[in-house]
């Protein structure tokens, strides 16, 4: 019931940008903290950006931090990533997750968020 898609992913060229859009569906999405992570191969999943229910809080990761910005846009539900200034580094598998309702704390674990979307691929070339 509860439906995260991503979209916007593809190939890209290094210093360029990629807006990757996350529509929600099933659920309140005004009353969900955001996540937006990514998966290299061989690495672990790690948290990019996070944005609270309330949107009074962001988080980024060191590595994106000053490129990426995370937004949403509740009369939509739809959360956003803006990645400008792309690195080959960044190339990933990009996820979508949304915690439980009015959540928002501990954003920046995977363990606070309980539907994960399908991911997007993003591949940035030398």
């Known amino acids: 019931q509860v439906q995260l898609v991503e979209s916007g992913g593809g190939l890209v060229q290094a210093g360029g940008s990629r807006r990757l859009s996350c529509a929600a569906s099933g659920l309140t999405f005004s009353t969900r903290s955001m996540g937006w992570f990514r998966q290299a191969p061989g690495k672990e999943r790690e948290l990019v950006a996070s944005?609270?229910?309330?949107?009074?809080?962001?988080y980024y990761a060191d590595s994106v931090k000053g490129r990426f910005t995370i937004s949403r846009v509740n009369a939509k539900s739809t959360v956003y990533l803006q990645m400008n200034s792309l690195k080959p580094e960044d190339t990933a598998v990009y996820y979508c997750?949304?915690?439980?309702?009015?959540?928002?704390?501990?954003?920046?674990?995977?363990?606070?968020?309980?539907?994960w979307g399908q991911g997007t691929q993003v591949t940035v070339s030398t």
């Open positions: 944005i609270s229910w309330s949107a009074d809080y962001t």
């Open positions: 997750a949304a915690t439980p309702q009015r959540r928002s704390g501990g954003l920046a674990s995977p363990q606070a968020y309980d539907s």
